[in-house]
């Protein structure tokens, strides 16, 4: 069971899907957002947690069945040593049966009755688009535009080492060899400027990236 499933949206902006909202109120500049930004915003700081984590002190929670139904919940937050910090991000997602409809991502489609006798059962990938997105930080702080700063130059993979440099990016290294076994390291630039000062290429690296817990040369690399 989740404990933010019963818990009321509070929102400063709370968007049901198909709805919009303006910002602001600069009728020369009008702006807005529907519950679809919030959710594609979300999405892609959860591809990003680790970065989010370390750099920007967030925590951010993929539940995988709110009710029992299906539904999916993502949730971001401040690090915090609270029981139950207020959530900054949260969208609602929900499994979309029309084929050529749009849907944000493909997952497993989960369903735990929360109850002991009943198992949860996996009714295989299904996809999910977004239902409901609340947020209560603003769109247009300091801090949300930072993020999307952050998604933005997260989001770059050069395809050369001296790429990776130009963009001021560190390399986020996972080992991909199992679902227990992801444990990440970082390359700083230094390390980076080191490896092609030995006269390695991109793809060089990759061969020769060996986890460091299970042995696994099968590494998945992303900006950081
Ligand atoms: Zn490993």
New binding site residues.
């Given amino acids: 069971m989740d404990a933010h499933a019963d818990k009321p949206i509070i929102p400063n902006v709370l968007l049901r899907q198909g709805e919009t909202v303006k910002l602001g109120d600069d009728a020369a500049n009008p702006q807005e957002i529907s519950c679809d930004d919030i959710a594609k915003l979300a999405l892609a700081m959860h591809d990003h947690s680790y970065f989010f984590s370390l750099c920007r002190g967030l925590s951010i929670r993929f539940s995988r069945d709110l009710n029992g139904s299906g539904t999916q919940g993502l949730f971001i937050t401040k690090e915090s040593n609270e029981a139950d910090p207020p959530n900054l991000i949260q969208v609602l997602f929900r499994q979309t049966y029309d084929k050529d409809g749009e849907f944000l991502y493909e997952a497993d489609l989960i369903m735990d009755r929360g109850k002991d006798y009943e198992p949860t059962v996996n009714k295989g990938k299904h996809r999910f688009m977004a239902e409901a997105a609340a947020m209560e930080i603003d769109w247009n702080s300091d801090e949300t535009q930072q993020w999307r700063l952050d998604i933005e130059r997260l989001s770059k993979s050069p395809d050369t080492l001296t790429g990776w440099i130009e963009d001021d990016l560190e390399m986020l290294v996972?080992?991909?060899?199992?679902f227990f076994?992801?444990?990440p390291a970082i390359l700083t630039k230094k390390d980076l400027k080191q490896y092609i000062a030995a006269g390695l290429s991109l793809e060089d690296l990759k061969t020769r990236l060996k986890?460091?817990?299970?042995?696994?040369r099968?590494a998945r690399i992303a900006a950081f």
Avoid: V
């Fill in positions: 996972r080992c991909d060899s199992g076994c992801r444990k986890c460091s817990k299970c042995g696994q099968r």
